[in-house]
């Protein structure tokens, strides 16, 4: 059982910069391939970043590459998302997620474990 908690999110200006957190508990942390996702308002949950055990390889949507970063620090558990000249249509609540696996994967029913969610607002 892994416990996910998202932290970081809020409300920033067109051009700004946030940085999300994940919080996991329990001792195999290195053991889960982690994401992030993201919901806006009557859409669907999408992809945004992926990020393999080690943190050697990672996978972006094409929609955030060049401007959002994840990274992960295994001895503190937690997973990471740089997000760099925000627009408004990155406004949702961002989601972090846990698979058991060394596998990459982008569709959101191939993850396990979910945090409760952070709200990211972005002003034009």
């Known amino acids: 059982q892994v416990q996910l908690v998202e932290s970081g999110g809020g409300l920033v200006q067109a051009g700004g910069s946030l940085r999300l957190s994940c919080a996991a508990s329990?001792?195999?942390?290195?053991?889960?391939?982690m994401g992030w996702f993201r919901q806006a308002p009557g859409k669907e949950r999408d992809f945004v970043a992926t990020i393999s055990l080690s943190g050697s390889y990672t996978d972006y949507a094409d929609s955030v590459k060049g401007r959002f970063t994840i990274s992960r620090d295994n001895a503190k558990n937690t997973v990471y998302l740089q997000m760099n000249a925000l627009k408004p249509e990155d406004t949702a609540v961002y989601y972090c997620?846990?698979?058991?696996?060394?596998?990459?994967?982008?569709?959101?029913?191939?993850?396990?474990?979910w945090g409760q969610g952070t709200q990211v607002t972005v002003s034009s």
């Open positions: 997620a846990a698979r058991f696996s060394a596998i990459l994967t982008t569709t959101p029913n191939t993850y396990t474990y």
């Open positions: 329990g001792r195999t942390f290195s053991s889960y391939t």
